[in-house]
């Protein structure tokens, strides 16, 4: 059974003398620009679903049909060709009557401007869809008042709408929409009319509703930065199609065509991105039981200065040091978990944003666990870096364990002969920890360990 809310297949709309004859040749191939002689194609071949509970946005600039498809999914417009399902009842089999039951029972709507009644109060505005539904006037007042409670306007229930400002205004209309307890929310360009800091705050308010309310919400917008801050999954428009759609985090970093890439290429990707997005798989990892001498080898053969330690079911433990295996292999010692060392781990749905100061703390990549500790993956900082500027993340090693160098080693420790030749041949201080066999990266041979309580407020 489908957990669709809304279907859409195969959506025309053509405004014009010859709308049939437009979509046939655009199913030709036409283009529409050649087609304005014979009507406006408005939106054209559009398809797409959306589940219960999801925020579905539709992005695009003025023209893209992004305002006629969701007046469509209401049937306020009516299709040229293709279908709309609300809750598996095509629209085009309704006859009026059982469209506007539909409207008052299921779906709400956000206007740009409001859409307020000037001679009524705010309470009176809000409870306005229950009195179309026809709600006892003392329980759409109560429920009205409860809902302008959650918008923050308990305290100007009886102005007037000339008396708010735009965004007071917008809050009335939101509540009116939520109000009247739909099942569908439908807001188109809800929040382009008011002020950026005013707009910011009213998306942070409707992603907060939602948390707790789970509408089905369709959202019309031109602006991407809240095409991402606000959709679960978001549909760019373009010429009256929809050119791709997924999640903000495909869109971001896999654009369909140039136009989308284009499009994408200011958005603010630190918070859009999550570690989850970005992380690498993590070669050198070692279960505690394993013992020094396993991981030793482990870091060899993959040219790291450090490994990953995890208990049994990939639970994360901390990090071992190529130096301080060597040291408990020197000393007899089979216990690895004696020198395992705590690191900073992050979340996988903590944004990039949040993981900048932690990745400057942290001499090693930033270990990803989920919420039973289990280690998923790392972000090393080259590659955090890369994601926030949007070039590729590809890094390597850097062999600095030169013949020449390995010559002048003893066993496992460098001489101070080969401190000096390696020191020269990277034309700086050695890196903090070395050992035969292994690269140092980037991160292993950045700044100095950061003081105890940087890494306590980190964690």
């Known amino acids: 059974m489908t957990s669709a809310v809304i279907e859409v297949e195969h959506l025309y709309k053509v405004f014009g003398r010859r709308p049939q004859e437009v979509i046939r ?63 598996g009842h095509d629209l085009g089999d309704l006859d009026a009557k059982e469209l506007r039951a539909l409207r008052r029972r299921r779906i709400s709507m956000v206007f740009q401007h409001f859409a307020l009644l000037p001679n009524r109060t705010v309470l009176e505005n809000a409870a306005y869809g229950l009195e179309v539904q026809g ?27 000339g008396e708010l400002s735009g965004g007071m205004q917008q809050r009335v209309g939101l509540a009116r929409a939520l109000a009247a307890d739909t099942d569908i929310l439908l807001m188109d360009e809800a929040f382009s009319a008011l002020d950026p800091l005013i707009r910011r705050e009213m998306q942070e308010q409707l992603l907060d509703l ?73 070669l050198g990892q070692v279960q505690v039981s394993s013992g020094p001498r396993t991981a030793l080898r482990l870091m060899r053969e993959q040219q790291i200065p450090f490994a990953f330690v995890l208990d049994r079911g990939r639970k994360y433990r901390g990090v071992v040091s190529d130096r301080d295996v060597t040291r408990l292999i020197k000393d007899g010692v089979s216990d690895l978990g004696s020198v395992v060392q705590p690191s900073i781990t992050v979340g996988p749905d903590e944004l990039l944003a949040d993981l900048v100061r932690p990745s400057v703390i942290s001499k090693i990549p930033l270990g990803v666990v989920d919420d039973h500790g289990r280690l998923l993956g790392g972000i090393p900082r080259a590659t955090l870096l890369a994601s926030l500027g949007s070039v590729p993340s590809t890094t390597q090693a850097i062999d600095v364990i030169t013949p020449k160098v390995r010559a002048l080693a003893e066993g496992d420790t460098l001489t101070e002969q080969a401190h000096a030749v390696l020191q020269d041949a990277i034309g700086g201080e050695t890196p903090a920890s070395v050992s035969i066999g292994t690269g140092a990266t980037a991160d292993a041979m950045v700044a100095p360990e950061a003081p105890a309580d940087d890494r306590e407020r980190a964690n």
Not at 54 to 81: D, Q
Not at 148 to 160: A, H, I, M, N, S
Not at 255 to 275: G, H, K, S, W
């Open 25 to 87: 040749r655009l199913t030709d191939g036409a283009d529409r620009s050649e087609l304005t002689q014979l009507g406006t194609a408005a939106v054209i071949d559009a398809s797409f679903t959306v589940d219960r509970g999801e925020f579905f946005v539709v992005m695009g600039l003025s023209g893209s049909g992004k305002s006629t498809l969701i007046r469509m999914l209401n049937g306020l417009n009516e299709p040229t060709a293709g279908s709309v399902s609300i809750f």
């Open 135 to 161: 709600v006892d006037p003392a329980e759409r007042a109560e429920r009205a008042m409860a809902v302008l409670e959650r918008v923050g306007l308990r305290d100007w229930v009886t102005k007037y709408p």
């Open 210 to 282: 939602q948390e707790d309310l789970q509408k089905t919400i369709v959202f019309i917008t031109h602006d991407l930065n809240e095409a991402m801050f606000l959709g679960d999954r978001v549909a760019v428009m373009r010429d009256g199609r929809i050119v791709q759609s997924g999640t903000p985090e495909d869109i971001l970093t896999d654009p369909a065509n140039d136009y989308v890439a284009q499009f994408v290429q200011d958005v603010d990707r630190a918070r859009v991105l999550t570690a989850r997005s970005v992380m690498e798989p993590i």
